[in-house]
């Protein structure tokens, strides 16, 4: 029996998110489909993190335990041949001890969010970035953001039916930059709270807007009211970048 960590990317817009549901396709079936294909056996597929319905990735981490021989390249090159025409794709497949596990042992996580700022809709993006019609401030953006790095209850940007055990986290970093006509948040921490992403780059839209300043941002931190926060961002400019090990 040999363990797999693998590398995917996958555009989320026709999935019902990462973990395997009744109610639509995921990843996580996508590839368990694949695997089972692949070997002939049924075979379990654990993810470094969820991502909800419509939610990207471009390097999720997963793992799993296959018991036929293979190398690195041709599980790779054969899975991809049976993910096929679902737009998932494993990018690298590594050979890795039976005490790795994709989300127990990862350190960390990031996050990319893509706003596309500018009059015009996108077309060959619509479906992966956010479209705010008004141009943003990112500068005014980024010294907001920096009131929420650090540890501190997230009740405020947590979604209602978020599981965690506690809504204290700790974000290591978030970051807000321009490249073009995009405005790109990135985000950092050991691990997330369920929409935490998506609120805080929605409380963060309205400084950019110029509707709320840094300290509102603080405001409705300490409030620990998740109506005292900003809307949820949608879920097309979210992309899950990297697991940390």
């Known amino acids: 029996m040999q363990r797999w960590k693998l590398t995917v990317e996958y555009d989320g817009r026709p999935f019902s998110g990462w973990q395997r549901q009744d109610n639509g396709p995921s990843v996580?079936?996508?590839?368990?489909d694949a695997l089972e294909r692949l070997t002939g056996s049924a075979v379990r597929v654990h993810g470094s993190g969820r991502t909800d319905a419509g939610?990207?990735?471009?390097?999720?981490?997963?793992?799993?335990d296959v018991d036929k021989p293979f190398t690195a390249d041709k599980i790779r090159d054969a899975?991809?041949?049976?993910?096929?025409?679902?737009p998932v794709?494993?990018?690298?497949?590594?050979?890795?001890?039976?005490?790795?596990?994709?989300?127990?042992?990862?350190?960390?996580?990031?996050?990319?969010?893509?706003?596309?700022d500018r009059r015009a809709p996108p077309t060959l993006d619509a479906g992966r970035v956010w479209h705010v019609r008004r141009r943003l401030d990112t500068g005014a953006m980024h010294e907001a953001a920096q009131v929420l790095v650090g540890r501190h209850d997230f009740t405020?940007?947590?979604?209602?039916?978020?599981?965690?055990?506690?809504?204290?986290?700790?974000?290591?970093?978030?970051?807000?930059?321009?490249?073009?006509?995009?405005?790109?948040?990135?985000?950092?921490?050991?691990?997330?709270?369920?929409h935490q992403v998506r609120n805080l780059v929605g409380t963060l839209?309205?400084?950019?807007?110029?509707?709320?300043?840094?300290?509102?941002?603080?405001?409705?931190?300490?409030?620990?009211?998740?109506?005292?926060a900003g809307p949820t961002a949608p879920?097309?400019?979210l992309y899950f970048l990297k697991a940390y090990y």
Do not use: M
Request: glycine share 6%; aromatic share 6%.
């Open 28 to 32: 996580q079936q996508a590839l368990e």
């Open 55 to 64: 939610v990207h990735a471009l390097g999720q981490v997963a793992h799993a």
């Open 79 to 86: 899975l991809n041949f049976h993910l096929r025409p679902w």
């Open 89 to 116: 794709a494993v990018l690298l497949a590594e050979p890795v001890g039976e005490d790795f596990h994709a989300r127990l042992t990862a350190t960390g996580r990031s996050y990319l969010y893509r706003i596309l």
């Open 156 to 194: 405020s940007f947590r979604a209602a039916l978020c599981q965690a055990k506690s809504p204290v986290k700790t974000l290591d970093r978030l970051e807000v930059t321009r490249a073009g006509d995009e405005v790109h948040v990135g985000a950092a921490a050991r691990s997330f709270l369920h």
């Open 205 to 228: 839209e309205l400084v950019g807007a110029g509707k709320w300043t840094a300290a509102d941002v603080r405001r409705a931190l300490e409030a620990r009211d998740r109506a005292k």
């Open 235 to 237: 879920p097309d400019g």
